[in-house]
């Protein structure tokens, strides 16, 4: 399960940086008023339409991988929360006040007074 764990990664890093590329290559709302003059409509790579459909498409399915992606990721940390919390981990309890102050007295034959009485002890 491991090496599936890893090429989710993988795959999630290579999306993130791919939808960081193709946001900062769109052009924004207001370019289209420029491009109406004269703004080299002609010298486009996916013609004179633009690449606003084509970009935006693009754009929407890496979303939806990342989205995806990171699901898939939340879904493996809670599997490794779930494995690690079975694996004999420690857990404080708390001891009632007045067995600690009989342990005391019984120790030292006298109880202390004051101060803060319930201990924690692991399992």
């Known amino acids: 399960m491991d090496w599936l764990e890893t090429l989710v990664v993988v795959v999630h890093v290579v999306i993130a940086v791919a939808l960081v590329g193709l946001v900062l290559i769109q052009q924004g709302k207001g370019a289209d ?6 703004g080299g409509a002609s010298q486009t790579v996916f013609g004179s339409q633009g690449s606003g459909s084509f970009l935006t498409r693009m754009t929407t399915f890496l979303a939806i991988v990342f989205f995806v992606t990171s699901f898939s990721l939340a879904v493996f940390a809670k599997q490794r929360a779930e494995v690690a919390g079975e694996a004999g981990i420690p857990v404080v309890q708390e001891v ?6 009989n342990a005391a007295g019984e120790q030292s034959g006298e109880t202390e007074s004051g101060g803060d009485s319930s201990v924690p002890e692991l399992e």
């Open 96 to 101: 009632p006040a007045d067995a600690v102050e």
């Open 33 to 38: 008023a420029g491009a109406a003059f004269g």
